[in-house]
């Protein structure tokens, strides 16, 4: 741990002000972190702080929620890390459950649906912005550009489940991994693997009790089914939130009906807007699952059973994994898999880019099987041209005057909203 470790009222307050202020995503949310921890703070060392922000990228979940839960831990220990992570979530958590609310009465009143039309038109080009950042850092070779056209035709044309795309990534960068760059040195674990033991059981039972009490005492169907959706998902989502939505979107819309599309591009417009991880856009679908299930407070307790079910494994990887990581961060293997792992990512997140476009720039798509291939067809008839307008406006400010994103986001709802009112 660091010398100049604070109390925890002053740690407190310190993630408190991170958790309320850390809008932007995940990019913003580490830079904000890494001013904090370790240009202000100095709790931190540049190397630890990049050391965990590479072992975070190995883990399924959300890398910045992840990152303070270590940097918590390193500064304070376990009750530190609780802090630092729950801080991260719970203010976005609490703005989420308020707006998704405010949702699902008055989603369908026509002056919200046109501010939801410029958030969607915006949501499309946001993920078009992070599959170039993400493809950016993750294709600089050329098996990787293979992974990712793999992963994409696997995932958009035969349905093949994330989770195996992103095992078979990892299984093809251990064996076929960069071994130039050689360990810094012998660095050994300094804790008994039995410590790390308890720890997994520990956690394993805070995680799955619940879901097993929910599973025996609970005659509502559709709380049972969140918490094992969801709980599959914090265990193979990598490479952060637009990987869970290429994952999500068409499960939870296409299979098992929970949402429409043109919901779950207003839940990430919503993640966009607010505080904290963009994963919190899982505590948007479970609400609204709930809510159409059985009302307000079934939508409660299913957004309260998604969150528990989303973020408690974060928990159980950082508190497992914590000291272990200057060790990782010297592994060429374990760097391998993550590569790969990325490059699948962008191969999925393309994926996401063209069914969200299909879905919000055209009123009828439709979804046609021939054996193992699957097709979306458009009808060009049904064509939206003010969405279309309003994407190539986000686009401009977005990628060609990087603009903020919440400033975009709000422009192209209110223009929305202007257009709808001619």
Avoid at 69 to 75: C, D, L, P, S, V
Avoid at 107 to 127: C, D, N, Q, Y
Avoid at 208 to 216: A, E, N, R
Avoid at 304 to 322: D, E
Wanted: proline fraction near 5%.
């Amino acid at each position: 741990m660091s010398k100049q470790n604070p109390g925890l009222q002053e740690a407190f307050l310190v993630w408190a002000k991170i958790g309320i202020l850390s809008f932007g995503g995940p990019a913003a949310q580490i830079a904000m972190m890494y001013k904090e921890v370790v240009d202000n703070k100095k709790w931190l060392t540049e190397k630890q702080f990049l050391n965990a922000l590479s072992f975070c990228m190995l883990l399924p979940g959300p890398e910045a929620m992840q990152l303070a839960t270590y940097a918590g831990w390193r500064i304070n220990g376990t009750i530190g890390g609780l802090i630092a992570g729950l801080l991260f979530v719970i203010p976005g958590a609490i703005v989420i459950l308020a707006l998704a609310t405010i949702y699902a009465f008055f989603g369908t009143v026509p002056i919200v649906e046109a501010l939801f039309l410029g958030v969607k038109a915006t949501v499309v080009v946001i993920v078009i912005e992070a599959l170039l950042r993400v493809s950016k850092k993750a294709l600089n070779r050329t098996d990787h550009w293979v992974i990712a056209g793999l992963a994409f035709v696997g995932i958009f044309f035969f349905n093949i489940p994330y989770p195996l795309i992103v095992l078979i990534a990892a299984l093809y960068g251990l064996m076929f991994n960069d071994t130039s760059t050689e360990p810094e040195g012998a660095i050994t674990y300094r804790q008994p693997i039995s410590k790390t033991l308890k720890t997994i059981t520990l956690w394993l039972a805070i995680w799955w009790i619940p879901i097993l009490l929910l599973d025996l005492f609970s005659q509502t169907e559709i709380l049972k089914e969140i918490a094992y959706f969801f709980s599959k998902l914090a265990v193979v989502t990598f490479g952060g939130a637009y990987a869970v939505l290429a994952y999500m979107g068409q499960d939870v819309v296409s299979i098992k009906g929970w949402l429409t599309a043109g919901q779950m591009m207003d839940g990430l417009g919503l993640a966009e807007t607010t505080p904290g991880p963009l994963i919190l856009v899982t505590e948007f679908v479970g609400f609204l699952a709930g809510f159409a299930s059985g009302g307000l407070w079934l939508g409660v307790i299913a957004a309260i059973v998604t969150l528990w079910v989303t973020f408690t494994p974060c928990f159980l990887w950082i508190f497992a994994g914590a000291p272990y990581i200057d060790w990782i961060g010297t592994q060429p293997r374990l760097r391998g898999a993550l590569s790969a792992i990325t490059a699948a990512v962008v191969g999925v997140i393309l994926n996401l880019s063209i069914w969200f476009a299909l879905h919000v720039f055209f009123d009828t798509v439709t979804r046609s099987n021939h054996g193992p291939l699957t097709l979306w067809a458009p009808e060009f008839t049904t064509l939206n041209p003010i969405v279309a307008l309003l994407a190539f406006l986000s686009g401009y400010l977005l990628l060609k005057r990087h603009w903020n994103v919440v400033t975009v986001l709000c422009v192209s709802a209110v223009l929305s909203l202007g257009i709808g009112a001619i």
